[in-house]
């Protein structure tokens, strides 16, 4: 009796331990986190996962096809921005540019981050926008230390694609202003292979154009106001979306007024110190006038080196044809006062020209016949035994010869042709500063006052 109630009691005590024991390990169990209840995926696992040859993943394919169109949201971020150049009218500049689109085969929920930065290795395993620069006339991509690129997948299937390039763009440039010019200067951002049913590209819809706060230029000012817009293209194979922004860069014409204005400036002066001069001086007078013409004409063609062959006026064509022409009246002008200070000299020849053909004309007609009225008679006789009457006997005596110019009549007369000429020089003293300066008041006032303000207007 004794050794089966010993028996009871020891399985009775085993299956109260074991009943205990049991239930620790389920409230163990059930205390165990959740992120631990299964095996965690590997990085490599996941990425082979998602977009690997093993997800069904297809690059060649884009997102909801055959469904609505993917709109990609674009914006740039402008590092540098410089080499405006003239002659063959483009500009470069250094951008990181930014897509970002919803691609719903990439979304997970697996991977506890929100975010995955790959690497640019990877750009080749998803589909992206086949975006290219419209207006490009040269580009690269930046390969130092690695590929400036940036791959970003988000939970939700969004993908951020950025790249660092750096772009050669064409401006055409309007150059009647030049150099008090405004340039509007466009970046075009077209699909070249999806059509809109496919792809359609958008701004970012705050900041979409950011510019780095040190950016500057050495001749322009960029405006802070950007206009943001679209450019839809229509080819005959079929409507590519495209968006623009444009750049209104303001030209600064400190270096054009140290290096074409001033320097023009002072030459059209300096012609005008010919004047000054001694009439007499003709070395001086006529090597000063050829030297400002030389050195104009030289200044013209140095300003128009940079600039391209258009056929209409610029606003520094305009100036320098006009101090041209003033270096070259100035030298015209000593011309007109050496004329007219030597035509005394040619009065004075002209006077015993006009003498020397009378004392001729007068000696051919007493050659001709004799004339009797001392003794009065009716009739002459020529040597030839004509009769002469009476009424060409007693013709008028021929008018008297003009009087012999005398040293002090070519005095008087040299002393006022000489005045007249200093009068020239006189009167070209005030006519040539005065007209210079009205011609400055309205070129400055044109092109300053009107013509900036038009412009402003159609900005």
């Not at 028996?7 to 085993?14: A, G, K, N």
């Not at 008028?396 to 042709?417: I, S």
Request: hydrophobic fraction near 40%; aromatic fraction near 12%; charge should be neutral.
């Amino acid at each position: 009796m004794l050794p089966q109630v010993i028996r009871i009691l020891y399985v009775l005590s085993f299956c109260f331990f074991q009943g205990g024991f049991i239930r620790l390990s389920s409230c163990k169990e059930e205390i165990k986190p959740p992120g631990r209840s299964g095996p965690q995926l590997s990085p490599s696992d996941f990425l082979d996962k998602l977009m690997g040859r093993t997800s069904g993943y297809d690059a060649r394919i884009r997102p909801n096809f055959k469904g609505p169109a993917v709109n990609v949201t674009c914006n740039i971020f402008i590092n540098s921005f410089g080499s405006i150049t003239e002659t063959t009218m483009d500009y470069r500049l250094n951008v990181f540019l930014r897509q970002n689109w919803n691609d719903p085969r990439l979304a997970y929920s697996e991977y506890p981050d929100d975010s995955l930065d790959l690497d640019p290795s990877m750009l080749d395993s998803i589909w992206k926008p086949d975006l290219f620069f419209a207006n490009e006339k040269g580009a690269n991509f930046h390969e130092v230390t690695t590929d400036n690129k940036l791959l970003r997948i988000f939970q939700d299937g969004s993908v951020l694609y950025s790249i660092r390039l750096t772009l050669v763009l064409s401006c055409p440039m309007d150059l009647k202003n030049f150099p008090m010019d405004i340039q509007t200067c466009t970046m075009q951002l077209e699909s070249f292979g999806y059509t809109m049913n496919d792809l359609i590209f958008e701004w970012l819809s705050e900041n979409p154009v950011q510019v780095a706060d040190d950016l500057t230029l050495p001749q322009f000012v960029l405006k802070e106001e950007k206009d943001l817009g679209y450019c839809t293209k229509h080819y005959n194979t079929g409507k590519f979306t495209c968006i623009e922004v444009k750049f209104h860069l303001e030209r600064q014409m400190g270096y054009y007024l140290i290096q074409m204005y001033i320097p023009s400036l002072l030459i059209v002066i300096l012609s005008w110190v010919s004047f000054w001069i001694n009439m007499d001086a003709a070395p001086a007078r006529v090597g000063l006038g050829i030297t400002t013409v030389l050195t104009m004409t030289t200044q013209s063609s140095g300003s128009r080196a940079s600039l391209p062959k258009v056929s209409y006026v610029k606003a520094i064509d305009i100036w320098m044809a006009v101090c041209l022409l003033f270096v070259f009246a100035a030298l015209l002008e000593y011309a007109a006062v050496n004329f007219v200070s030597r035509q005394h000299k040619e009065f004075i020849r002209l006077r015993k020209r006009q003498r020397q053909q009378r004392m001729e004309d007068e000696m051919v007609r007493d050659s001709r016949g004799f004339y009797f009225r001392g003794y009065g008679l009716g009739h002459c006789l020529q040597k030839d035994g004509t009769a002469v009457g009476p009424a060409t006997v007693f013709a008028p005596p021929p008018p008297p010869l003009p009087p012999p110019v005398t040293l002090y009549d070519g005095e008087v007369l040299h002393k006022r042709f000489v005045d007249r000429a200093k009068r020239i020089d006189t009167i070209s003293r005030a006519v040539f500063p005065l007209s210079f300066l009205v011609f400055n008041i309205f070129y400055w006032f044109t092109y300053k006052v009107l013509r900036h303000e038009d412009i402003h207007a159609n900005l």
